[in-house]
């Protein structure tokens, strides 16, 4: 977290995320390093699908037709968030860490999007594990995928 905080000030870039399956991990996560102030916007934890419609401003369509889980809700969270705090870089992640499955969907089901640039960069991912271990394994991978994408 700390290369990525150090990239993002160096890029004089600002980060925001909106967060369902992590729970506000990844906020938490960046927050725990000094200087995160300086590129670190906000986030928001939209756990239930009613908070992803009333704060996350997802359209109640858009879950009602693909589901909470699906690569089309993550992609209006990240751009309301990009839109809500007016960030450079925003990003979403929503998914199943389990330990039952969700929406007929199985356990380890994340969907996570980056955007960047007026970019929408959109990944599904199948993790295992526990909870705890899905959850860190996202935030990790997602970290690597803004340095690529950062370059």
């Known amino acids: 977290m700390k290369d990525l905080i150090a990239l993002l000030r160096e890029r004089q870039l600002t980060i925001s995320s909106?967060?369902?399956?992590?729970?506000?991990?990844?906020?938490?996560?960046?927050?725990?390093?000094?200087?995160?102030s300086k590129v670190f916007k906000g986030g928001i934890v939209t756990y239930s699908n009613q908070a992803k419609i009333d704060v996350g401003k997802v359209k109640?369509?858009?879950?009602?037709?693909?589901?909470?889980?699906?690569?089309?809700?993550?992609?209006?969270?990240a751009l309301?968030?990009?839109?809500?705090?007016?960030?450079?870089?925003?990003?979403?992640?929503?998914?199943?860490?389990?330990?039952?499955?969700?929406?007929?969907?199985?356990v380890g089901l994340v969907y996570t999007t980056i955007i960047y640039d007026k970019q929408v960069f959109a990944y599904k991912d199948e993790l295992s594990g526990s909870r705890t271990k899905i959850r860190n394994d996202i935030i990790k991978l997602t970290i690597e995928r803004i340095k690529d994408i950062l370059g």
């Open 18 to 36: 909106m967060e369902s399956l992590t729970g506000g991990l990844f906020a938490s996560e960046l927050t725990k390093v000094k200087n995160a």
């Open 60 to 77: 109640e369509e858009i879950i009602n037709e693909y589901g909470a889980i699906s690569s089309q809700t993550s992609e209006a969270m």
């Open 80 to 106: 309301n968030c990009l839109n809500i705090f007016e960030s450079d870089i925003a990003l979403s992640f929503t998914g199943n860490a389990g330990p039952s499955g969700s929406e007929n969907k199985k």
